[in-house]
Every structure is written in structure tokens, then in C-alpha cells.
């Protein structure tokens, strides 16, 4: 290929090239040869190199050394030469490059040229690619074009001008006044670029917004204007006229009339006419009734108005056309807290949406779905979201797994039916609920007295049935080593009566232990079951120490550690095994806070404690307490009024309500043998919290565990004290360079509404240097569907109860 061909012959030559190589061997050769044309001093082929220069650069190949052509050429008084240099300029230049500068001055001249098409390709190249500095030093003369008496530019120049109100927000004071008189045009381009450029100037200053809003009743004169014109060749879209000026001007109502009771009720009529008289069998009309929507929904409008939105919206449910379904349910979802019963009426349309084949359009109908969900719909709502549990993708159960749990812990019309619903998604989606889910069902079933019969027969053919699904079988091995003895008396009125025998029940926990499919802490809570059933049957005792004593040599190392520990229970202190074995009391979670199973102080209280049989019982819990860590037996030290709410193996829990006992106590505390303990004082209060984030329902509070020295542990806890649930929530910290940090994992990433659970995360922080601490806080979390995200400054830290 010689030097000197047409850029229509190149292309033909590139296109022809066979290998990657090939056409990279053509381009190489074509850039030298435009470079060595290029230092020619008199070249009259420049504009055509250029434009050959520019195809290498869309293919994605290095272009730069034409930046300076296209300076020359910009400044070279021929048209054509002119049109290249400036779509060069705009493609290889950017704000950036210091090229760019060398172009100010020629396109200030071209912009007082006398034809109109050199100032077009000025604007144009300004608008594209104009950095700050050419934007204030060229804002005057886009000022001046906006009065031009040329349409075709004063379009141009309108766009201009939102490029450098987007560019420097200050100047927009400079075109006010012209853009208020653009919107007497007749031009539907120059009337479509006034409206971007008013809705810019509205959106960057408070002023100019209270001065537009006395715009309100030409805009929409304007807008009726659109609604009732007839056909016309130049602007009609499928039977809509103009529908991008429509669209644009409703954005530029719903910012005037935005918290603004004159300017909403000034455009209420004019709404309420696009939403009946426009139609939406075409995607131009839905796009010009989905602004009609979020208009109506972001102002004042009145009742039946939003109503009217609301069954637009509707209407886009039964669309074919899954991107209008997918922007209606998302725009329910904003509404749904405000505008509940107008959305109800469409719940049958949402829960069909549940059977879309697009994975958008099913997360989208979950969300609302949930959303709806109310105390008189509750079992018709569940029932539909069960089924969709069943059938749903993988990556959308968990999402469901949690929304039902929420929704039946907040509606649940009865104990039993709470617990059926929980027992179904375990069943259904067992492997894909979060961790929280087997201690939150567990306090559910333990505070449900008169169902554990019924509870038991149900988990027991659920555990033989399927041993697959973690989460069911840790609740029914729990259950089981709680009230096996009911499930051995067969006798239950709810449900149909079954024949089980000791050996039926331990083989099952014993399938349990040995099946590949259970993880370490369900092989915990299978051991803890075998072990409590110690207590409930009296023919197999022999059998399950045996069980026991086998896992005393596990790999598993908490395993083998319970196990050890049963085995002196059932050895050394076998006389004390039924008092520490028995049913767990009644149990009050008074915070939701603890997701993991491990209960906090205070967090879990008997209700009916029982009185000890001997006055010199407390002597003995005080040192009982010390050796907790060593045996888990026992719980937090300051609950002296129940030492034995804490969590035996795999959260199995160990009563030692011997220690009510004087004798049991003192023998507990050598289980070990030789232990020289020494009692240590315990905390009179609680660490000091203090709240450092308060914000649209969401409440940060921080306390300090240990005194503000060089090693230090905080807490955060946030709470949700709005109307809406709240999910993915994350806590990032930073503090100083000079301070080491370490966040340990949260208790959990959502907040159910009306503080009905709290998240918590510990970060540890080492200050060796003891510089003045100050922390950061990053906030991010999702609320009916948007994202929010927001940092708080901490710079004082409360002081630790003592």
C-alpha cells in the first residue's frame, strides 16, 4: 500500500488483513508514512492524513502525534480543513492534554465568525472536550450566542452551556436570564436543550430554583401544548409527540415542584392529563407515563392523583416487555411505605411477576413481595412466597430464606404457625440461611411450651427423612436431646402418632455423627443430644457412653474436647450428670443482637427460677464461674442468678442446675481435678456507650471495653429505629497511621425495623505510641431497595464504667 492512498483503499486493507499481525503491519506502515508527511512543511493532504489518522485511533492503536495537526488545522481558514481539525481535536484532545490550550483562541474566533457552520463545529468542539479554564475564559461569548437569532445555534449553544454549568456551577448565574427567554422558542431542539439547561441551573443552586418555579405555568402550557398537538411529520414517535421534550420537562416539574405546595398544585391538572390521555402500547408512551409517575410521586400531588400512579404502574405489570416490568416494580418499591394500600391492590400482578423467567424481574417481585406482606395477608402472602422458595434460583434463596423469616417473626398469627413456616424453609432451603437462624428458632421453640411434643414428632421425621440440610438437623438434634422423652411416649394430638424407640432415636443421632454430610458443629449438637438423652431414657445408657467415649480421641478438637468432658460426667461425677443434663428453662431473648447463639449479659433470663434446695447454694457459684472457659458450662460470671444458661458443645445447652446445690457446686469445680483457683472481682457496670451516628433511623453507638490506653477494645453497636428494614450493612473503621486496627467479624448484616434487633462488631485497636485518638466511620446499607452510604467523625471517646 503506497503513502498516498484514499482513506476508503485503507480501509479496504485493513479490513482484507487476515491475522492480527497482518493488519497491525498495514497500520504501521500507514502511520509512518502520515508521520513523514506530517513534517512537510507545505502539505496539502493534511486534512486527509488527519482522517486516516483518526480510523487508526477508533481501532484502538496510538494516535497522539496528530494532536498537533489538528491544532493547525482548526486554525486554517478552509472549511473542510476546519471540520477535520475540530473532530480530531475532539477525539485525541481532552481537558487534560495541554494541546487543548492552544486551541482557545481560534475557537473564540470561529465562535464571532459570519458563518454559522464554522461556529457550530466551535461549539460543538467546546462542548465535547472545553476543560474549566476555556470554559470561563469562552462563557461570554456561549452568552451571547444563546440571543443569537439562529436556531440552529442558539441549540448548539444552549448544549454548550450546560456543558459549562456542569464544568464551573458558578457561572450558571451568567445564563439565567438568557435560558428564561429560550423557553418562548417555537424550536422543539432549542426548547429541548433550554429544559436540560434550566434543570441543570435548578439542580446546582437553591436561588435559581425558587426563580424558575415562577416558570411552573409556562412549562406547562408548553407541556399541554405537546399532549394535545396533532401529528406532525418532524416530532411524532410512535404516535407521541415529541416524547424526549415531554420526558425532559417532567423531570424539570418534578425538581419546581419538589416540596413546593404552589408549584405542585400549578401542574396537578396537567399530570393527571398526560397519565389518562397517553398511550402506552408503545414504548415512547410508557417512557412519557414513567416520568408522569415519578413527577406525581416526588411532589405535592394530591390522593387520588397518586392513586392514578400507582395503577399506571400496574398497568406496566401486564406489559410483555420485562424492562418496563422490571422500572415498575422498582418505582412500588419506593412508594410501598408511603403508599401501601394503592400497592396491595396490584399484590396478585406482583406475586405472578415471581414466576418470570428473568432473574431481575424475580428479585425485583421478591423485594415488593415481602414488602407487602401485612398481619391479614400474612398466610395467603406466605404461602405464594413458600412456593417461589421451592422453585427459585440459588442465588435469590437466601434472599428469600430471610425476607420469610422477617416477615413471620413480625406477623406470625400463631406460635405454632411460626413455627411450621420456619420448619418449611429449612426444609426446603436449609443450606442457604444465615447463621442466626438456628438460635433465633431454638429460643421460638423453648418459650412454645405446649408444641415441644408437637415440635419434636415433626423435627424426628424431618431429621430421618433428610440429613442434608445443616440448620434442620442442629434444631432437631437440639429438640430431640431436650424433649426426647416426649417423642419416646409417642403420644401427641397434633400430630398423627408414631412408635419411636431409644434405639430408633439413637441410631438416627448416630447417623447424624458419622454421615460425611455434617459439619463440626452439627456433629456438636448431635453429641450434646446423645448426651442429654442420658438423662431421658434408661435402657441405653450404656450405649451412649460408649457413643461418647468413641469421639474421644476425634481430629476435631472441640469435638474431642465435649467429648472428654462427658465422659468425666459420666466417671467421676455421675452422681451430678441429671441435675447438669436437665431441660433448658424458659428463655426471654431481650436482645436480638446476639446472631451467633452466644447469649450476652442479661440476654438471657429464666422465668421461673427455681429455688434451691440448700441457703448455701450461692457460696459456691461465685468460683463455679472461674472454670467456664475450660468447660463451657457455665455462663457469664455476673449472672449469678443463672449460671447455667451458658452453651454446651455445637450450642447444645448444659444445665448445671446442680449448682443450686452446695455439695454438686463444690465437686463441679474440681471436674478437672487440682484447679487452684482465685476469685476476680467483677465489673459493677457496664462500658459506657455513648451514640456517635443518628441518621434517617439509623443509630451508631460506641463503647469502650477497657481504658483508653495502648491496647483497647471498642464496640459498635447500630440499631434501626425506622419503619423499613434494613440489609447488607457493612462497618468500615480508619484511624491514625500510628494506631494498629483489627475489626473482628459482626454479629450480623441486617436491621429489622422499630429496633427490633441490633448488629454489633468489636474492633480492637493498639496504640503504642498513645497519640490522640480519633476514628472514622463508614456506614453502608440498603433500605427499600437504595443503597446508602455515610462516614461520622469520632474524636472523643466515653470513658469505661469502672
Not at 406466605?382 to 434463596?397: G, W
Request: some cysteine; aromatic content about 4%.
Amino acid at each position: 500500500m503506497s503513502p498516498s492512498v484514499r482513506l476508503q483503499e485503507m480501509i479496504r486493507v485493513i479490513r482484507s488483513a487476515r491475522t492480527q499481525g497482518e493488519e497491525r503491519g498495514v497500520i504501521q506502515r500507514e502511520c509512518a508514512a502520515i508521520r513523514a508527511q506530517f513534517r512537510q512543511a507545505d502539505n496539502g493532504g493534511r486534512s486527509h492524513n488527519l482522517a486516516k489518522l483518526l480510523y487508526v485511533h477508533m481501532l484502538g492503536y496510538p494516535a497522539h502525534f496528530g494532536q498537533m495537526e489538528c491544532v493547525r488545522l482548526i486554525a486554517s481558514p478552509r472549511y473542510n480543513e476546519k471540520r477535520v481539525g475540530y473532530l480530531g481535536a475532539m477525539m485525541l484532545l481532552d481537558e487534560n492534554q495541554d494541546a487543548s490550550l492552544l486551541i482557545t483562541n481560534s475557537i473564540k474566533n470561529d465562535l464571532a465568525h459570519s458563518s454559522q457552520y464554522v461556529q457550530s463545529l466551535a461549539l460543538c468542539t467546546l462542548a465535547c472536550m472545553g476543560s474549566a479554564e476555556m470554559c470561563r475564559d469562552l462563557a461570554p461569548e456561549i452568552d451571547r450566542l444563546l440571543r443569537a437569532s439562529s436556531s440552529y445555534i442558539k441549540k448548539k449553544a444552549t448544549l454548550c452551556a450546560v456543558h459549562i454549568v456542569r464544568k464551573v456551577p458558578e457561572l450558571g448565574e451568567l445564563f439565567t436570564p438568557a435560558a428564561r427567554a429560550l423557553l418562548a422558542e417555537k424550536n422543539h431542539g432549542v426548547l429541548h436543550g433550554a429544559v436540560i439547561l434550566i434543570t441543570e441551573l435548578c439542580e446546582r443552586n437553591a436561588q435559581t430554583l425558587v426563580q424558575f418555579r415562577e416558570a411552573v405555568p409556562e412549562l406547562v402550557h408548553i407541556m399541554r401544548g405537546l399532549v394535545t398537538s396533532g401529528y406532525s411529520p418532524e416530532h411524532t414517535v410512535a404516535g407521541i409527540s415529541d416524547p424526549f421534550l415531554q420526558v425532559r420537562i417532567l423531570r424539570l416539574l418534578r425538581i419546581l415542584g419538589r416540596n413546593n405546595d404552589t408549584a405542585s398544585d400549578a401542574m396537578n391538572d396537567l399530570l393527571a392529563q398526560v397519565a389518562t390521555n397517553t398511550d402506552s402500547s408503545k414504548t415512547a408512551g410508557s417512557a412519557v407515563l414513567y416520568e408522569t409517575v415519578l413527577t406525581v410521586m416526588d411532589i405535592k400531588s394530591e390522593s387520588g392523583l397518586r392513586v392514578l400512579a400507582v395503577n399506571i404502574l400496574g398497568r406496566f405489570l401486564l406489559n410483555n416487555d420485562r424492562n418496563i416490568r422490571y422500572i415498575s416494580m422498582t418505582s412500588l418499591q419506593k412508594i410501598v411505605s408511603t403508599d401501601h394500600n394503592a400497592v396491595q391492590r396490584h399484590r396478585g400482578t406482583i406475586v405472578d411477576c415471581l414466576k418470570d423467567q428473568d432473574a431481575s424481574v424475580k428479585r425485583r417481585a421478591l423485594e415488593l413481595s415481602l414488602a407487602l406482606v401485612s398481619a391479614i395477608n400474612i398466610r395467603s402472602m406466605m404461602k405464594e412466597l413458600l412456593l417461589f422458595l421451592s422453585t427459585c434460583p440459588p442465588e435469590l434463596k437466601s434472599h428469600a430464606a430471610s425476607g420469610i423469616f422477617n416477615a413471620a417473626e413480625r406477623y406470625s398469627p400463631s406460635q405454632r404457625w411460626h413455627i411450621d413456616t420456619i420448619l418449611h424453609v429449612l426444609i426446603t432451603a436449609g443450606g442457604d440461611v444465615r447463621d442466626e437462624t438456628v438460635p433465633n428458632l431454638i429460643q421460638l421453640i423453648t418459650n412454645a411450651s405446649q408444641l415441644h411434643c408437637y415440635t419434636v414428632h415433626k423435627l424426628y421425621r424431618a431429621l430421618v427423612a433428610d440429613i442434608s440440610q445443616q440448620p434442620l438437623v442442629q434444631v432437631a438434634c437440639w429438640c430431640i436431646g431436650e424433649y426426647g422423652d416426649s417423642l419416646l411416649q409417642g403420644e401427641c394430638e397434633e400430630t398423627e402418632p408414631i412408635q419411636v424407640t431409644e434405639d430408633d432415636i439413637l441410631d438416627a443421632l448416630e447417623t447424624v455423627l458419622q454421615s460425611h454430610m455434617s459439619s463440626p458443629a452439627t456433629r456438636g449438637f448431635a453429641l450434646t443430644a446423645t448426651m442429654k438423652l442420658s438423662t431421658r431414657i434408661t435402657e441405653n445408657v450404656d450405649r451412649i457412653r460408649s457413643i461418647v467415649s468413641i469421639y474421644g480421641s476425634c481430629m476435631d478438637v472441640e469435638l474431642q474436647q465435649r467429648a472428654v468432658e462427658y465422659n468425666a460426667l459420666f466417671k467421676k461425677y455421675d452422681h451430678m450428670r441429671a441435675a447438669v443434663l436437665e431441660k433448658m428453662p424458659v428463655m426471654d431473648r431481650s436482645s436480638m443482637g446476639q446472631t451467633n447463639g452466644e447469649s450476652g449479659g442479661g440476654g438471657v433470663q429464666e422465668l421461673e427460677p427455681t429455688k434451691p434446695k440448700q441457703p448455701e447454694t450461692m457460696v459456691a457459684l461465685q468460683p463455679a464461674s472461674q472454670v467456664c472457659d475450660l468447660l463451657d458450662l457455665l455462663s457469664d460470671p455476673n449472672e449469678q442468678s443463672l449460671p447455667g444458661t451458658a452453651q454446651g458443645p455445637g450450642g447444645g445447652p448444659l444445665d448445671p442446675a446442680s449448682l443450686m446445690s452446695g455439695s454438686a457446686g463444690g465437686d463441679l469445680l474440681y471436674l478437672l481435678g487440682g484447679l487452684e483457683l482465685t476469685p476476680t472481682p467483677t465489673p459493677a457496670t457496664a462500658p459506657a456507650a455513648v451514640t456517635v451516628y443518628d441518621k434517617s433511623g439509623v443509630v451508631l453507638k460506641l463503647s469502650c471495653e477497657r481504658p483508653l490506653d495502648a491496647s483497647q477494645t471498642i464496640t459498635l453497636t447500630a440499631t434501626n429505629t425506622s419503619d423499613h428494614d434494613i440489609s447488607s450493612l457493612t462497618l468500615q473503621a480508619a484511624v491514625p497511621k500510628n494506631v494498629q486496627l483489627q475489626m473482628k467479624a459482626p454479629s450480623g448484616d441486617s436491621l429489622p425495623a422499630r429496633s427490633s434487633a441490633v448488629v454489633t462488631q468489636t474492633v480492637l485497636l493498639n496504640n503504642p505510641n498513645k497519640v490522640s485518638l480519633k476514628m472514622r466511620v463508614r456506614l453502608s446499607y440498603t433500605s427499600q431497595g437504595s443503597p446508602f452510604q455515610d462516614t461520622v467523625q469520632i474524636d472523643s471517646f466515653p470513658t469505661p464504667g469502672l
